[in-house]
Nanobody, 117 residues
């Protein structure tokens, strides 16, 4: 059974850093592009960052996180990561990992990140 499991969320203070992980199982992870999305309370889910299946293509970032967030993947370990730095209260959201290959799409259950003093 295909599964994506995010981890690494929690409470951080403004200006701090945190890394989220996404562990994949049950499908051909290395053939899928990976995206991180987030959804803040009362807001629509938004794309944060994306990376191609081999990790060598262009990286995609939302303007709001450029220069602060870095997406990466380790196909040997079936893992993807989102390194977040200089976190702001506006970054507070549930963060989701998404795997995409054509019409085949998998979502994780999400991990909460709260940025608060």
């Amino acid at each position: 059974q295909a599964q994506l499991v995010e981890s690494g969320g929690g409470l951080v203070h403004p200006g701090e850093a945190k890394t989220l992980s996404c562990a994949a199982s049950g499908f051909g992870f290395k053939s899928y592009a990976i995206q991180w999305h987030r959804q803040a309370p009362g807001k629509e889910r938004e794309l944060v960052a994306g990376i191609s299946s081999n990790g060598n293509g262009n990286l995609l970032y939302a303007d709001s996180v450029k220069g602060r967030f870095t997406i990466s993947r380790d196909n040997a370990k079936n893992m993807a990561f989102l390194q977040m730095s200089s976190l702001k209260p506006d970054d507070t959201a549930v963060y989701y990992c998404k795997a995409i290959m054509g019409r085949s799409v998998y979502w994780g259950q999400g991990t909460q990140v709260t940025v608060s003093a």
